[in-house]
């Protein structure tokens, strides 16, 4: 229920913005009673820090689904710039929320993007799970988590590349600045 009501909340900031955002506009689009809704959120500022803490859940539930068999570091490092661009795409709302409520978006990133840029180095890594990522790992996330911001303001489709030939084309350029696939120190 509370993962409804989140969604409902994030159509409804993107389809009415904050100044018409309400309590009875995510109920409406969730479908639920607002008695459901103040059941879970006391308040709408509970809601809208949910709703921030939810759509970082959403993006780490997403790497861990595509990444969960990628052994090989070869393979991680482009199915990780994979499923950033893949989540860009799947998630529309988001740019619908960028138009409506650019503050939100821009809080929301600035509250997680040093989280994000952990978890894309991590995802990099190969899974053994104990070894910190190294600086060139940390540059590469921190690239790829800024270019997918930005693809959300410009659009994937307005590049020179095609999106999946700027995709493989990333991840075999961070291929080659050694370290990324091999945990090397740098």
């Not at 879970?40 to 689904?65: C, V």
């Not at 959300?152 to 050694?178: E, H, K, Q």
């Amino acid at each position: 229920m509370r993962g409804r009501i989140l969604d409902g909340a994030l159509e409804a900031l993107a389809v009415y913005g904050s100044r018409r955002f309400s309590m009875s506009s995510v109920c409406d689009l969730a479908k639920i009673s607002r008695g459901t809704v103040y059941r879970y959120f006391s308040t709408k500022d509970d809601l809208l820090n949910a709703l921030t803490a939810h759509m970082g859940s959403d993006f780490r539930r997403h790497m861990r689904e595509r990444l969960r068999d990628e052994v090989e570091p070869e393979h991680r490092i482009h199915a990780v710039v994979a499923a950033m661009w893949d989540y860009v795409e799947q998630t529309p709302v988001l740019t619908q929320l960028l138009e409506a409520e650019p503050e939100f978006v821009k809080s929301f990133y600035e509250q997680q993007f040093p989280d994000l840029v952990r978890l894309v180095a991590t995802k990099m890594a190969p899974p053994n799970g104990k070894v910190q990522p190294t600086k060139a790992q940390l540059l590469a996330a921190e690239l790829m988590v800024r270019l997918a911001m930005s693809y959300r303001i410009v659009g994937r489709s307005a590049g020179v590349l095609a999106p999946d030939t700027f995709s493989d084309l990333f991840a075999d350029m961070l291929l080659a600045n050694g370290g990324l696939a091999t945990g090397a120190k740098s």
